[in-house]
């Protein structure tokens, strides 16, 4: 069974907040070093990445200033490319993009759910 638009931004919203809450503040090299906080907070983007990917290319264009193929390749990197992750990118991804991203998602799901109605 497939899972509808709104039931993937759910999950970005979701896993956004719990990559917030496992990186704690951490800088790249400490998170690097983290152990599970690292790998919980790696499983968490690749989520949101995964959910991305599945998104209908017709919501993606109702949010133009979300880079939807760089979320996407960070998660096929994360996943195909595990031993390279620069991990300066994934605490600067924590620290700038993910509250824009959940504002983004939470914003898709109104429009989505009005226009259901």
Do not use: C
């Not at 998660?75 to 993910?98: K, M, P, S």
């Amino acid at each position: 069974m497939s899972r509808s638009a709104v039931d993937r931004l759910k999950d970005m919203i979701h896993s956004a907040g719990l990559a917030g809450r496992h990186a704690g503040g951490l800088d790249a090299s400490a998170l690097e070093a983290a152990g599970l906080p690292r790998d919980a907070v790696l499983f968490r983007i690749a989520n949101i990445g995964e959910a991305a990917s599945q998104l209908p290319a017709e919501v993606q264009a109702l949010a133009p200033e979300i880079p939807w193929n760089q979320i996407k390749n960070m998660r096929n990197h994360i996943i195909h490319g595990y031993w390279q992750i620069d991990f300066q990118v994934v605490a600067e991804t924590i620290e700038f993009d993910l509250e824009p991203l959940t504002a983004t998602a939470n914003r898709l799901i109104v429009l989505i759910e009005r226009s259901e109605a």
